[in-house]
């Protein structure tokens, strides 16, 4: 059981890495917060754009990972 469940958080934590690394940097930085946006086509569709899809993974595989290594944490 114990040796399922490390083999899950090892598949979990590669899948993590090339999520991250599939999305794309964040560029805007402080001129963005300052200027602002423009109201956009795309800022309207933002979540559904693969980049949110990703972010969304992202977050769904962090949490999966997380409650692996909680149950790696019991088990010993």
Do not use: H, P, Y
Request: with cysteine; proline share 0%.
């Amino acid at each position: 059981m114990k040796l399922a469940v490390t083999i899950l958080q090892l598949l979990c934590g590669l899948a993590i890495i090339l999520i991250v690394l599939f999305q794309s940097g964040k560029s805007e930085g402080l001129s963005g917060a300052i200027g602002g946006v423009a109201d956009s086509f795309l800022a309207k569709n933002k979540a559904r754009t693969i980049d949110a899809k990703l972010a969304r993974a992202t977050k769904w595989f962090g949490a999966v990972f997380l409650v692996l290594t909680m149950a790696l944490l019991i088990m010993n």
